[in-house]
């Protein structure tokens, strides 16, 4: 399942994210949860949220029927242009 998440993620979000700069990198999959970290353009942003509820979770769902819930772990305080400091 890890490795079916990691390749939608590569092939399918990443490209899309990388267009403003930014990268998701799946972290761990527990339970029903993707744990995912945003880094590039998208760590701090303000639309990363969006992002994750509008985009990402929603794919990976459709893709994945026994995902209940993607979580982002980024601190988005951290990194040098953070949106939440």
Do not use: W
């Amino acid at each position: 399942m890890r490795r079916q998440i990691i390749k939608v993620i590569d092939e399918l979000i990443n490209p899309a994210v990388a267009g403003h700069g930014g990268q998701v990198h799946f972290e761990d999959y527990v339970n029903g949860k993707v744990f995912i970290r945003f880094s590039g353009g998208c760590q701090g942003c303000s639309s990363s949220n969006a992002t994750l509820k509008g985009g990402i979770d929603r794919l990976l769902r459709e893709e994945f029927p026994e995902i209940t819930e993607v979580v982002d772990v980024t601190d988005h305080g951290a990194g040098d242009n953070p949106y939440y400091s």
